[in-house]
Each structure stands twice: as structure tokens, then as C-alpha cells.
């Protein structure tokens, strides 16, 4: 069993990785939902075709006992390939997965249940201290992981608990790869939400005026009060932008997104609570839209450029890791997916 981090008595001053920066709560949200993948507009389900190919390879090569560590897991994407290669081949791995996030895929991802089982997952333990022994982990790999985190560190670290000869794997976000084309485009659409057209707090100036019309009488009223009109003026303008956006934006579920709980607001007026329901499903859709667009940011945050994947590299390498060129991956012949890093403990 590893030395867990957060089972880790400290006498001697704080746990390993308590100077780290606290995680902002963005993937803790997004993988509550229980998604499976973090690229849910190139994957339905787990990572198919070319990219699940070449996990499956990569796992082939294993010992039938072996223990793999999979950085930066999200639901365990990964290591469900693991599990399910291992199977196949009637090899029972000895899987972790670890995360900054608070994941708890057992209790989110409804499919898979069976290879869920053979995956112990370590909720909020960074990469940079992951609290296994030295010399005990066989395998190590990184699905858009390793580039999310403090890389020379992360290499000192996993170069001490790798085995020697220890195998490496990562696939990395690519600055020109679609994942990364998707996101700059969705960001771009969150700021028409928030910052370009206050969709929102718009719909929700209004929601409060015409919430507040209880009887017939107060609502012709309405029509003819200047407050009104001019915070009503102000929401279609809004949302006629929205729309614009949708039309021509090659991902536009963001704004998507955001034009249903206007119209489910306006249809919850109707109902009993009518007021209340219609700002919570504004206040609850506009929480989800800045978590999806936070996660955005820390994705690109993290692309890889020719210039970075240079200093991953090295630090890698200094750390105690050989390396193969790093590769491009294309996802079945066709776009971009990211870099493919493979190695070795040396
Ligand atoms: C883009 S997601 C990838 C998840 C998964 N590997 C996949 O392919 O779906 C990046 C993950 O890295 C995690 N992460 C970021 N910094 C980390 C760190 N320093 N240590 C461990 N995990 C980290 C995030 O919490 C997030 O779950």
C-alpha cells in the first residue's frame, strides 16, 4: 500500500506537497458529474480508436502483477483501459489513480462498475507528492495530466518512486491540437455570456419585475412601465447576441447552455414558487457555465508547446528518465489529439 499523503503522520512539519496551491474547486465539479473523459465534444464515452490503441499497447507490455500510477486521473479514464487490457490478457495490475480534485469515481461513474473495482483511487494527492515508496510503481502515466502540474517537481517525484526500468507513458495537450482549437473557442463565447452581453444578471433584472407581477392587472401594467421595458430591451438585446454567437460558433454548447436556463427560468415563472425557481435555475446555470469556463482556462493554461515539450523533456531527463522523441498523436489519421511521451526509468 502506498504512504498515503493524507494518511501521513507528519511529525517533523508538514505533510509533503502542503505548500502546493490548493485546488479551486473547478475539477472537483466537473468530475462530480461523473464524466469520464475531460474532451466530452471528441469522446462519448472512455478514449476510443488510435488513443485507446495506444494505451492498450503501452499496457500489453506489463507484468501480470505489475503496479501502475496514473497522474492527474479525473473518473480514471486510464486506468479503466488498464483494468480492462489486464483482463483480457488475465493479468490483474495493481492500479492507482491519483488527483489534486476531490474524485470519488466510485460513487460518480455509473458504467464499468466491474473494472472500477480493481482501481484504488487517491482523491486530493498531487503529483508533485504522491506518498508511494521509493523504487515501488512499475508504470507510470498521464492522460493531459502531467502539464497541469509543476512539472520539474513532478519529475523528481516520480523518478523516486518509479522501479528501475519502470515504464513511462503521457499523452499531452498540444498547443495546436483540437482540444486545445475547442477551448480557446469556447472561452471565447463564456466571455460573450459574462462579460460582452451580462446574459444573467440581465435575465435575472428581469425575472425579478415580472416575478413580482402576481395579478393580471399588474402585468398589463407592466407593458407600460419604463423600468421594465428598458430591462426587457435590455435581455432580448442580450440574447439576440447569444444567438448570433450559436449560429456561427463551430462549439457553441456554452451559449447553448446559457439560452436554456433563460427560457427555463421564464417557463418556471408560471409555476407556484415561481420567483424563486427561476432564479435558482439562473444562479445554478451561471455557477455551471464559470466552472466549465474555469476548467477552460487551466486547459489552456496547460497546452504544450514545441518550446515547453523541450523543458518537459529535459527535466525528465534530469530526473532519471530516457526518452523517445516525442511524438504527435493523431486521433484515427485525422485531427490533432496532442504529444506522446514514452520512457523509461534509466
Ligand atoms: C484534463 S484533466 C485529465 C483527466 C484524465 N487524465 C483524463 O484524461 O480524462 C487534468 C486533471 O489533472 C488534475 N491535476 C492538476 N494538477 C495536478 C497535480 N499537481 N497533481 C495531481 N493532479 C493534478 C486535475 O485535477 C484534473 O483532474
Given at each position: 500500500?502506498?504512504d498515503h499523503p493524507s494518511n501521513t503522520n507528519a511529525p517533523n512539519g508538514p505533510a509533503p506537497g502542503a505548500?502546493?496551491?490548493?485546488?479551486?474547486?473547478?475539477?472537483?465539479?466537473?468530475?462530480?458529474?461523473?464524466?469520464?473523459?475531460?474532451?466530452?465534444?471528441?469522446?462519448?464515452?472512455?478514449?476510443?480508436?488510435?488513443?485507446?490503441?495506444?494505451?492498450?499497447?503501452?499496457?500489453?507490455?506489463?507484468?501480470?502483477?505489475?503496479?501502475?500510477?496514473?497522474?492527474?486521473?479525473?473518473?480514471?479514464?486510464?486506468?479503466?483501459?488498464?483494468?480492462?487490457?489486464?483482463?483480457?490478457?488475465?493479468?490483474?495490475?495493481?492500479?492507482?489513480?491519483?488527483?489534486?480534485?476531490?474524485?470519488?469515481?466510485?460513487?460518480?461513474?455509473?458504467?464499468?462498475?466491474?473494472?472500477?473495482?480493481?482501481?484504488?483511487?487517491?482523491?486530493?494527492?498531487?503529483?508533485?507528492a504522491?506518498g508511494?515508496?521509493?523504487?515501488?510503481?512499475?508504470?507510470?502515466?498521464?492522460?493531459?495530466?502531467?502539464?497541469?502540474?509543476?512539472?520539474?517537481?513532478?519529475?523528481?517525484?516520480?523518478?523516486?518512486?518509479?522501479?528501475?526500468?519502470?515504464?513511462?507513458?503521457?499523452?499531452?495537450?498540444?498547443?495546436?491540437?483540437?482540444?486545445?482549437?475547442?477551448?480557446?473557442?469556447?472561452?471565447?463565447?463564456?466571455?460573450?455570456?459574462?462579460?460582452?452581453?451580462?446574459?444573467?444578471?440581465?435575465?435575472?433584472?428581469?425575472?425579478?419585475?415580472?416575478?413580482?407581477?402576481?395579478?393580471?392587472?399588474?402585468?398589463?401594467?407592466?407593458?407600460?412601465?419604463?423600468?421594465?421595458?428598458?430591462?426587457?430591451?435590455?435581455?432580448?438585446?442580450?440574447?439576440?447576441?447569444?444567438?448570433?454567437?450559436?449560429?456561427?460558433?463551430?462549439?457553441?454548447?456554452?451559449?447553448?447552455?446559457?439560452?436554456?436556463?433563460?427560457?427555463?427560468?421564464?417557463?418556471?415563472?408560471?409555476?407556484?414558487?415561481?420567483?424563486?425557481?427561476?432564479?435558482?435555475?439562473?444562479?445554478?446555470?451561471?455557477?455551471?457555465?464559470?466552472?466549465?469556463?474555469?476548467?477552460?482556462?487551466?486547459?489552456?493554461?496547460?497546452?504544450?508547446?514545441?518550446?515547453?515539450?523541450?523543458?518537459?523533456?529535459?527535466?525528465?531527463?534530469?530526473?532519471?528518465?530516457?526518452?523517445?522523441?516525442?511524438?504527435?498523436?493523431?486521433?484515427?489519421?485525422?485531427?490533432?489529439?496532442?504529444?506522446?511521451?514514452?520512457?523509461?526509468?534509466?
Amino acid at each position: 500500500m502506498p504512504d498515503h499523503p493524507s494518511n501521513t503522520n507528519a511529525p517533523n512539519g508538514p505533510a509533503p506537497g502542503a505548500d502546493l496551491p490548493a485546488p479551486d474547486g473547478a475539477w472537483d465539479r466537473y468530475w462530480a458529474h461523473g464524466f469520464l473523459t475531460s474532451c466530452r465534444n471528441a469522446f462519448s464515452g472512455n478514449y476510443e480508436g488510435t488513443v485507446r490503441a495506444l494505451w492498450e499497447a503501452f499496457f500489453a507490455d506489463l507484468e501480470a502483477d505489475a503496479r501502475i500510477i496514473d497522474i492527474g486521473t479525473g473518473n480514471g479514464a486510464i486506468p479503466l483501459i488498464a483494468a480492462a487490457a489486464g483482463l483480457a490478457a488475465g493479468r490483474r495490475f495493481d492500479i492507482h489513480g491519483i488527483d489534486l480534485a476531490a474524485i470519488d469515481p466510485e460513487a460518480t461513474v455509473k458504467t464499468d462498475r466491474h473494472l472500477l473495482e480493481q482501481i484504488r483511487f487517491h482523491p486530493r494527492t498531487p503529483a508533485e507528492a504522491t506518498g508511494f515508496e521509493p523504487a515501488s510503481v512499475d508504470a507510470i502515466t498521464g492522460q493531459y495530466a502531467f502539464e497541469y502540474t509543476n512539472t520539474g517537481r513532478v519529475a523528481e517525484e516520480l523518478a523516486r518512486i518509479a522501479a528501475p526500468g519502470a515504464r513511462l507513458m503521457f499523452v499531452l495537450h498540444h498547443s495546436e491540437s483540437v482540444v486545445m482549437e475547442t477551448s480557446r473557442e469556447e472561452l471565447v463565447n463564456a466571455r460573450i455570456i459574462f462579460d460582452e452581453t451580462r446574459l444573467f444578471p440581465r435575465a435575472a433584472d428581469l425575472v425579478r419585475i415580472v416575478g413580482a407581477a402576481r395579478s393580471p392587472e399588474d402585468r398589463r401594467r407592466l407593458s407600460s412601465d419604463p423600468k421594465a421595458e428598458q430591462r426587457r430591451h435590455a435581455l432580448n438585446a442580450a440574447a439576440e447576441r447569444v444567438t448570433k454567437a450559436i449560429d456561427s460558433s463551430p462549439h457553441p454548447q456554452l451559449l447553448q447552455m446559457a439560452m436554456h436556463r433563460v427560457s427555463d427560468a421564464y417557463k418556471a415563472l408560471g409555476g407556484e414558487n415561481g420567483l424563486a425557481e427561476a432564479l435558482e435555475i439562473l444562479a445554478t446555470g451561471e455557477t455551471m457555465i464559470t466552472a466549465n469556463a474555469d476548467r477552460l482556462r487551466d486547459l489552456m493554461q496547460a497546452e504544450v508547446t514545441p518550446g515547453r515539450m523541450e523543458t518537459i523533456c529535459a527535466e525528465l531527463q534530469s530526473a532519471g528518465f530516457r526518452l523517445d522523441p516525442p511524438e504527435h498523436l493523431h486521433h484515427d489519421g485525422g485531427p490533432l489529439m496532442g504529444w506522446v511521451l514514452r520512457g523509461s526509468r534509466a
